[in-house]
């Protein structure tokens, strides 16, 4: 069975410049999130997705990062512009809720490291 | 504010010997505790768990204690194979809530 699949792993871009991650679940996962982890840190939660709708985005910067998960199985997060701060790795996870309790075991991506110049 | 701590940057076990991790978080309100290791340049892998309702859980060489009045969680891994050589973050989370994870363990296990 196929993992987590996430796409770019690596990235490097100027300030000011856009740039977006994909993630394609585990199949059958309805619950889908997206994590930053910064260098020496352990991974933090940006937006949870339950299906197509996002339960939980109070850490997600909204003024730059957007994410979106249409028809409830890929998503996609955005930065613009993207800061000097912004670079991290960035991880995708899924699971399957049958509670929706969040203590369902989830299933990480490789993550996309992004530097910005 | 950081609900889990891992307060041991690294840790160097002989091969074959066993490997302690620890793990201390605040939150009472934590009912769900994860391991998860990860290699470089990898995502985390899922390792073991443990509910509140438990206080031991094991899994072939890997074994999670619970202690709640201590708040408290350790990872043993007997006997330690120079594979398992990673880094071991802890998780916790709050029924409906996101998981916390501390900054992480580098294990080091050495023939």
């Known amino acids: 069975e196929a993992g987590v699949v996430q796409s770019p792993r690596y990235k490097i871009i100027e300030k000011k410049q856009p740039v977006a991650f994909w993630c394609n679940p585990i199949?059958?996962?309805?619950?889908l999130y997206w994590y930053r982890q910064n260098l020496g840190q352990g991974p933090e939660l940006l937006i949870r997705?339950?299906?197509?709708?996002?339960?939980?985005d109070s850490q997600l910067p909204k003024d730059r990062f957007s994410a979106e998960r249409l028809k409830g199985v890929d998503s996609t997060l955005k930065i613009q512009p993207a800061e000097l701060g912004d670079s991290a790795v960035y991880l995708c996870?899924?699971?399957?809720?049958?509670?929706?309790?969040?203590?369902?075991?989830?299933?990480f991506g490789p993550g996309t490291r992004l530097t910005v110049l | 504010d950081q609900q889990v701590k891992q307060n041991s940057p690294s840790l160097s076990v002989q091969e074959g010997r066993i490997s302690i991790l620890n793990c201390d978080y605040t939150?009472?309100?934590?009912?769900?505790f994860l391991w998860y290791k990860k290699y470089p340049a990898e995502g985390p892998t899922f390792l073991i768990s443990?509910?509140?309702?438990?206080d031991k859980n094991e899994d072939g060489r890997f074994t999670v204690f619970l202690n709640k009045s201590a708040k408290h969680l350790s990872l043993h891994i007997v006997p330690s194979q120079p594979g398992d050589s990673a880094v071991y973050f802890c998780?916790?989370?709050?029924?409906?809530?996101?998981?916390?994870f501390g900054k992480g363990t580098s294990l080091l296990v050495t023939p």
């Open positions: 996870a899924s699971s399957f809720s049958v509670l929706a309790s969040g203590t369902d075991t989830q299933y």
């Open positions: 199949s059958g996962h309805n619950t």
């Open positions: 997705y339950e299906n197509e709708e996002a339960v939980d």
């Open positions: 939150n009472s309100m934590f009912d769900y």
């Open positions: 443990i509910s509140s309702i438990k």
């Open positions: 998780a916790a989370a709050n029924s409906g809530y996101a998981l916390n």
